[in-house]
């Protein structure tokens, strides 16, 4: 894409805020560029951002029904899934994916809960319950 190609159509997603991204100059040779975004992206943001909704509200749905532990459900709130979580923690995903289940969750350490919080921005005490 040339420099007079870059879209500036304007992107809610990035809620007034440019992003960089590559263009090729008079030159010919690639540098940033600001972009203030297009129509495309705005629509794919949104659908990504309403799957990962769904994603949290069926978690939701689970913990409260004693099939999954709140892990899950701040992961999705978080907008990650298992292995974005095991790469922010350093575990292995099939860790990560056993620490989903109730019985276990229930019986990490505080070491591990730390962890958790951490990547996920919360506090041990916000990570172990679901408001």
């Known amino acids: 894409m040339r420099d007079q190609d870059v879209p500036q159509e304007g992107n809610r997603t990035l809620g007034g805020h440019r992003k960089a991204v590559y263009a090729r100059g008079d ?4 540098h ?3 972009s203030a975004g297009w129509e495309v992206e705005e629509i794919v943001t949104s659908q990504a951002v309403a799957d990962l909704e769904r994603l949290a509200a069926d978690a939701l749905q689970r913990f409260r029904a004693g099939l ?3 892990l899950e459900v701040h992961m999705h709130r978080a907008r990650m899934d298992i292995p974005l979580l095991a790469q922010a ?4 995903q099939w860790r990560v994916r056993r620490h989903l289940r109730p019985e276990i969750f229930q019986r990490l350490s505080p070491a591990l809960l730390q962890r958790y919080a951490e ?4 506090s041990v005490v916000q990570l172990k319950d679901v408001a």
Not at 27 to 30: F, Y
Not at 119 to 122: S, V
């Open 119 to 122: 990547a996920l921005g919360l």
């Open 89 to 92: 923690t350093g575990l292995w």
């Open 68 to 70: 999954t532990a709140p």
């Open 32 to 34: 940033m560029v600001a």
């Open 27 to 30: 030159d010919g040779r690639l």
